[in-house]
C-alpha cells in the first residue's frame, strides 16, 4: 500500500516569492492534515480536513497561508507571499476516521523541506 | 505554550542498554497519548500509544509508562539497538469531535537518540 505522497521533497525560494505543496494522503483516509515542523521541534498542526472540509483552520496563519482539498482527496498548501521564517519542513498526513472509534492514528508522508532566502 | 514537556532533549545510550524518554503535560482533558519515531528526511511514524486508563503498555521492546496523578508519561527502550538512533516525539490529544480543535495532536520537542555499538 502506497503511503502519504508529497511533493516537492525540497524548495528553495526567495522570501516574498510564492510556493505551493501537494498531497495524495493514503487511499481511503477521509481525513487530511498539514504540520509545519520547524528545526528542532515537533509538528505543529496548521490545518485539518475532514473530507473537503477544513474543520480546524485556528493555526494557519491566513493572511499568507491557504490550503484547499478539492473533491476531499489530494490537498495542496499555499503560502503567498513567503517569509525567512517560513523555513520549516512540512508535513501531510492522513487517518480513517472511523465513527465510534476515538482517535485513528494518523500516517505522516516524507514532508517538504522549505527555504526562504 | 508547549501543551507538552518532553526530556531530555538528547540521549546517548550504549547498546544493549534501557532508553528512557519522559514527558509532562497540564490539560487533563487529555486522553491519547502516543509516541512517533521519526528519521532523518523521514515523516514522523507511530510507534506506540497508550490512553489513561491503564498505566502501563508494552509492544516488543518499547513500553510506555503513564502516571495519571503525576500527568506524566515516559517511553523505555529495552536493549537499545543502534538502529533505534532516531528522534522521538511524545505527544497527546483530547478525544474526536467533528469540527473543533478536540482531535489535534500536541507534540513535545523531540529526543534524538544515538545508540553506540
Known amino acids: 500500500e502506497a503511503g502519504v505522497v508529497q511533493s516537492p521533497r525540497y524548495k528553495i525560494i526567495e522570501k516574498k516569492q510564492p510556493v505551493a505543496f501537494w498531497c495524495n494522503p493514503i487511499?481511503?483516509?477521509?481525513?487530511l492534515y498539514w504540520y509545519r515542523q520547524n528545526l528542532g521541534q515537533g509538528p505543529e498542526l496548521l490545518i485539518r480536513?475532514?473530507?473537503?472540509?477544513?474543520?480546524?483552520d485556528s493555526q494557519l496563519p491566513k493572511d499568507r497561508f491557504s490550503a484547499e482539498r478539492l473533491k476531499g482527496v489530494d490537498s495542496t498548501l499555499k503560502i503567498q507571499p513567503a517569509e525567512l521564517g517560513d523555513s520549516a519542513v512540512y508535513l501531510c498526513a492522513s487517518s480513517l476516521e472511523v465513527s465510534g472509534r476515538k482517535v485513528n492514528e494518523q500516517f505522516f508522508g516524507p514532508g517538504t523541506r522549505l527555504t526562504v532566502l | 505554550q508547549q501543551q507538552v514537556k518532553q526530556s531530555p532533549q538528547s540521549l546517548i545510550v550504549q547498546k544493549g542498554g534501557i532508553s528512557i524518554i519522559n514527558c509532562a503535560y497540564e490539560n487533563t482533558a487529555f486522553d491519547y497519548f502516543p509516541w512517533y519515531q521519526q528519521f532523518p528526511g523521514k515523516g514522523p511514524a507511530l510507534l506506540i500509544a497508550?490512553?489513561?486508563?491503564?498505566s502501563e503498555k508494552k509492544e516488543g521492546r518499547f513500553t510506555i509508562s503513564f502516571n495519571k496523578s503525576a500527568k506524566q508519561f515516559s517511553l523505555h527502550i529495552m536493549d537499545s539497538q543502534p538502529g533505534d538512533s532516531a528522534t522521538y516525539f511524545c505527544a497527546a490529544s483530547r478525544g474526536r469531535h467533528r469540527g473543533s480543535t478536540l482531535g489535534r495532536l500536541y507534540f513535545g520537542r523531540g529526543t534524538q537518540l544515538t545508540v553506540w555499538p
Open positions: 487511499s481511503g483516509h477521509n481525513t
Open positions: 497508550i490512553r489513561p486508563d491503564v
Open positions: 480536513y475532514e473530507n473537503e472540509e477544513a474543520v480546524d
